[in-house]
C-alpha cells in the first residue's frame, strides 16, 4: 500500500521570497510545526483523505523565542 501526505503550511511574510526565506529558516531550525496548519493523509485508491491537525494562530517571532528558549 502507498500513501500521500500533504502538509500545508502559514507563512506570514510581505512577500513570497521573505516566506521561502522565513520558511527555509525555520526548517533548519527544526521549527517548521510552527506554521503547520493541516496535514492530509492520503490511503490507497478508493479510501477518501483524511484531514489531521487544525488550524493554529501565526505567532510572532517573539512566541517562538520564548518557546524555544523555555521549552513549551
Known amino acids: 500500500m502507498e500513501y500521500t501526505i500533504i502538509r500545508v ?3 506570514p511574510a510581505s512577500s513570497q521570497i521573505e516566506a521561502t526565506d522565513r520558511f527555509m ?3 533548519e531550525l527544526g ?3 510552527d ?5 492530509y493523509v492520503k490511503g490507497p485508491v478508493g479510501e477518501p ?9 501565526v505567532r510572532s517571532w517573539w512566541v517562538l ?3 524555544q528558549l523555555l521549552g513549551w
Open 9 to 11: 503550511y502559514r507563512v
Open 65 to 67: 523565542v520564548k518557546r
Open 25 to 27: 529558516e525555520a526548517g
Open 31 to 33: 521549527v517548521e510545526r
Open 49 to 57: 483523505a483524511v484531514a489531521r491537525g487544525s488550524v493554529s494562530q
Open 35 to 39: 506554521y503547520l496548519v493541516r496535514a
